[in-house]
């Protein structure tokens, strides 16, 4: 093993710190035998969490607190087995790595492994925690012609067990290329994909679903039937359902732990799939290695809806698999190298038999270029899609197979009697002959909501008419993608036709979008097979379309096809926009901010099939808040598929002074060019929160108080973080009881604490993280969201949680007046968790008396934090004494976009002071004395931010080392006054050369002398 991997992967262990807090929302998710035949499963399956084993007489499964009540009440017979399972679970956590060790333990192995490795973020969960993927192949940086294979881990955050077999397989796969042949010829010709972790929220909470409380296994859009607002509500699907549709793979294999079992699809229902034999095969030789017993979900276990092996099989053709490891959540501690070994044993014979099949690419037969296109395949008469690069792989066994290629815009085209030979593939080249007649078809099925009963297929409602009808059934709804360079453009009459083309035509309703996932537009009702304008949506492009049966007649309506009129026109749309906000008009930080004025950059795109030329657009606004000063843009001649802006001739626009934070502005863009006109709508955000910036009290307008974290270094009423440790001189607080408040005088030196405008001599410590200002006794444990009237009063929730001072006759609360600084301490000296009294937080609140008050006269806060454990359901935040007004930087998890996440180190400052982007004096404010550097975005991937402060004039450079100690960058070179600053780095070097990924050491140097800190690029 790589002494560098094993060392990181040790290390993970030996340092295991679990954060763990209260349940996200208090409910108890319990473990449960309940005695009932299986045709008393129907009623209440909808309240079943999860299905650990069912059989005649019983069923093993996991149901919240309230439902075991109900069902008891109702006289259900029901053993309790676990009676919390989070509570339960919480003895084993120790032994499992975190997120943050597996995130930066992977990191290090793709700074290791460049040449096969390649680490990505592919979105943010809901609580804004990295969604990790790392690609495995000797080509990692490239889509090659290589079958794919996807095990994504942990969608359920209490399965920690998942976690571990992904982060074993990495192990395995980086130490075996180059000296194990298997392992060399898999990475080589193969592309492998690991997700470690697809609720990050739920594993740092330990919890089964993520930051929205949302079950992201019953989120997916096949078969989708409630659980959540609406399939893919949660990022966490949103952005497998991109990872999936940009890489097709050919398996896609989902971990899970609670029982034991090898399975395949569907979930939904217990009719096979039209690979069963595949998928029986698969999941035989798994069970055989593994010892689980193998069945399809839906007969194993019980019928479940919105699953991602039911979406990945159903959408996109993947032979889809989910495997139950073992018994319980997060799995026996003791167990874990014994249940990694075999699941790799088993991932290595897929990883091999991937590869079987029938692989080859799609291409426009007169240039050669390589096309996305629907490859049906039969048998088994299903399908799969070709990549960016034209490759497509349909996992098959060995026999004589026939191939029809669909593309918009092309003649399909069959290719029969392809010969598989046994335990290998063969190559097909299939060249499309193009045609402009053809008419413009849906490519894909993205959502649908169907019964268990339904015999039909939604992908039978992709291509051209051929008598073939998905039954969406009554009530039943599916959407579709008509492809990304094919949509459906407005032009004169019907624009596009759904067809049914039977003999019993049923009502539905038809709308129309631009975003796979909505805002949905309607463009109108019709019965049977039907013409539709897309004008009637308002609408000038519509890439997808989605069908809602009417819920009346004597069945639903049965798709055959969606079918596009061929326009030769311009199609021009929105792709994106930058705000240049140079001085004078604005701060210079590529956002529109109240009272600034910018430059605005629209870039638009012509995915139309013919040309405009000379385009020019007037942008207009209705808005309250903001104006355009100057409304002409010219983008010039846009053929198709072409990207133009106005960088030449930018849009002006103004936000005044009083304008929201975040607030939102339409605007509307009247496009003209030869033969041409339209208008396309969009929005401004005004205000707009990242981390680096601070967070204004509301809802209210102006606000008074601001919150700035440590990471704000590009405004002068930053913190520097500067612990002081009172557990020695100052005094203890004797909680009687752990739930306890007591009230502390402040002091005649100290003056009296004015906060939001009242003012008081005396503040009141809870034993559970919060100090109200004045006299208030009333304990209150669970903490809840800010502003809240079930908070107290002007609180500040330095680390609101239910706490234990004192558990172990250890870990006190102190208060401490520290004169000659003018300021009051009240330290949480390592602290425990109520719940998880193993883990322990060390935190102060630092008042500065009046001497020091901002201009208003309301004292200065500075919330300060030596260690970060916890912090995982807590509230951190302020609210004022009406309990309307406040600020929420974290809430159970989940982070304001302009807190930075919690990390020892870390403080807070709550003062009365408006933002300023740049550094000023003011009576008791002065300018950063030290010199500082720091990069707050690593590790990054395409820029980061690099913040430093300067304490003295004269020459500052600021620059790039790579690991061997050679500069490849320098960033800044001159003089420059004391004050704050800021500069992104895009990666490259001197030479504008994107750098390799690793690890690089930043160096600032002043003639006071120079600090040094690191920032990890990846691939």
């Not at 309230?66 to 309790?80: D, F, Q």
């Not at 096969?116 to 000797?138: E, H």
């Not at 519509?542 to 069908?547: K, S």
């Not at 934070?661 to 509307?668: D, G, K, P, S, Y």
Request: glycine share 10%.
């Amino acid at each position: 093993m790589n002494r560098s991997v094993l060392f990181v992967s040790l290390l993970a262990f030996v340092l295991a710190v679990v954060a763990i807090g209260a349940d996200f929302n208090n409910v108890k998710e319990m473990r449960v035998k309940v005695f009932v035949s299986l045709d008393q499963i129907k009623p209440i399956a909808h309240q079943i969490l999860e299905f650990y084993e069912v059989t005649p007489d019983y069923f093993v499964g996991a149901v919240e607190e309230p439902v075991y009540k109900e069902l008891v009440s109702k006289g259900y017979k029901i053993e309790v087995l676990i009676s919390d399972v989070r509570a339960e679970a919480m003895k084993y956590y120790a032994f499992f790595h975190t997120y943050e060790q597996i995130r930066d333990t992977w990191a290090i192995i793709a700074e290791n492994h460049p040449d096969i490795c390649m680490f990505d973020t592919l979105g943010l969960s809901a609580n804004g925690n990295l969604l990790l993927a790392m690609k495995i192949s000797d080509n990692p940086g490239i889509m090659e012609q290589e079958p794919r294979i996807c095990f994504d881990h942990t969608i359920h955050g209490n399965e920690n067990i998942c976690t571990e077999i992904a982060h074993w397989a990495l192990i395995q796969l980086v130490e075996g290329y180059g000296s194990n042949p298997d392992i060399t010829r898999w990475v080589n010709n193969r592309e492998i994909w690991l997700l470690p972790m697809v609720n990050p929220d739920g594993l740092i909470a330990r919890r089964r679903t993520n930051g929205h409380g949302v079950d992201c296994n019953r989120n997916y859009g096949y078969a989708w039937s409630g659980g959540s607002s609406g399939p893919f509500s949660e990022s966490e699907t949103q952005v497998l359902y991109h990872l999936g549709r940009n890489n097709p793979m050919a398996m896609w294999t989902q971990y899970h732990s609670g029982t034991r079992k090898a399975m395949w699809p569907w979930g939904y229902t217990k009719l096979a799939t039209m690979d069963s034999v595949l998928h029986e095969y698969e999941m035989n030789r798994y069970s055989q290695i593994t010892g689980y017993p193998k069945c399809q979900i839906a007969r194993g276990l019980y019928p479940c809806n919105g699953s991602s092996v039911d979406f990945y099989y159903g959408t996109s053709g993947p032979l889809g698999f989910g495997i139950e490891v073992c018994n319980g959540q997060p799995g026996p501690p003791g167990d874990i190298d014994t249940i990694c070994r075999a699941n790799w044993a088993a991932m290595q014979e897929m990883t091999e038999r991937v590869m079987w099949g029938i692989s080859g690419q799609v291409t426009d037969s007169l240039s050669g270029t390589p096309l996305v296109g629907l490859v049906a395949v039969d048998p088994p008469d299903w399908f799969t899609y070709s990549d960016s690069v034209g490759y497509f792989h349909k996992n098959l066994h060995a026999g004589t197979y026939d191939l029809t290629v669909s593309a918009n815009g092309y003649i399909s085209k069959t290719v029969t009697g392809v010969v598989v030979p046994a335990d290998t593939f063969v190559f097909v080249n299939v060249p499309l002959v193009p045609d402009s007649t053809e008419p413009i078809c849906a490519l894909r099925n993205i959502t649908c909501q169907i019964s268990n009963t339904n015999t039909t297929s939604a992908w039978w409602g992709l291509g051209k008419r051929d008598g073939r009808r998905f039954s969406l059934e009554k009530g039943g709804w599916a959407s579709y993608d008509m492809g990304r360079r094919t949509p459906i453009i407005n032009g004169p009459g019907n624009d596009f036709f759904v067809v049914e083309d039977d003999g019993d035509p049923e009502g539905y309703n038809v709308y129309v979008s631009n975003d796979w996932n909505g805002p949905w537009h309607n463009v109108g009702f019709g019965t049977g097979t039907q013409g539709y304008d897309l004008a009637a949506a308002g609408q000038s492009v519509a890439q997808y379309v989605r069908i809602v049966d009417d819920n009346a007649g004597s069945g639903g309506f049965d798709l055959d096809a969606i079918e596009a009129v061929v326009i030769i026109a311009p199609a021009i749309v929105y792709q994106s926009q930058t705000v240049i906000d140079s001085p004078p008009g604005g701060n210079a930080d590529g956002k529109l901010d109240p009272g600034e004025y910018a430059d605005l950059v629209v870039t638009l795109k012509n995915i139309g099939r013919a040309g405009v030329s000379g385009l020019t657009a007037k942008l207009r606004t209705g808005d309250s808040h903001v104006s355009v000063t100057d409304s002409t843009g010219t983008f010039g001649d846009m053929e198709p598929d072409s990207v133009r802006s106005n960088n030449a001739d930018r849009f002006v626009v103004a936000a005044d002074a009083g304008t929201p934070r975040e607030h939102i502005a339409q605007m509307m863009l009247y496009l003209a060019g030869t033969d041409f006109e339209d208008s396309i709508a969009f929005t401004v955000m005004v205000g707009a929160l990242r981390t680096i910036d601070p967070i204004p009290d509301g809802p209210r307008q102006p606000p008074l108080y601001y919150a700035y974290d440590d990471v704000d270094t590009g405004y002068a009423q930053h913190p520097e973080f500067d612990w002081v440790e009172i557990s020695a001189s100052g005094t203890r607080l004797n909680f009687s009881q752990n739930d306890e408040v007591l009230v502390v005088n402040l002091g005649s030196g100290f003056g009296p604490l004015k906060y939001y405008g009242q003012r008081d001599t005396q503040v009141s410590v809870s034993a559970d993280g919060w100090i109200v200002s004045g006299n208030y006794a009333q304990s209150n444990f669970s903490n809840t969201s800010l502003p809240s009237t079930s908070a107290p009063p002007a609180v500040v929730a330095l680390n609101w949680d239910d706490l234990y001072p004192g558990y172990g006759s250890q870990g006190y609360v102190y208060y401490y007046h520290d004169a000659p600084n003018h300021r009051f301490i009240i330290e949480y000296d390592s602290v425990c968790y109520y719940d998880q009294r193993s883990i322990r937080d060390k935190y102060e609140l630092v008042i500065y008396d009046t001497t020091l008050a901002a201009p208003s006269g309301d004292n200065v806060l500075v919330c300060q934090y030596l260690t970060a454990n916890g912090y995982t359901s807590n509230t951190l935040g302020i609210q004022d004494p009406t309990k309307t007004i406040g600020i929420q930087c974290l809430y159970d998890g989940g982070y304001n976009r302009g807190c930075a996440p919690m990390t020892a180190g870390r403080a807070i400052k709550y003062i009365t002071v408006n933002p300023t982007g740049i550094v000023e004096e003011t009576a008791g404010f002065l300018p950063e004395k030290r010199l500082g550097l720091k990069a707050v975005a690593s590790p990054f991937q395409n820029q980061t931010l690099l913040c430093y402060t300067v304490p003295c004039p004269g020459r500052v450079e600021l620059s790039v080392y790579d690991g061997t100690g050679r500069r490849v960058r320098i960033l800044v070179a001159g003089e420059q006054r004391p004050g704050a600053y800021r500069i992104a780095w895009d990666g490259t070097d001197n030479s504008g050369r994107h750098i390799a990924a690793g690890v690089y050491w930043l160096r600032l140097s002043t003639g006071d002398g120079s600090v040094v800190n690191k920032a990890v690029k990846l691939r």
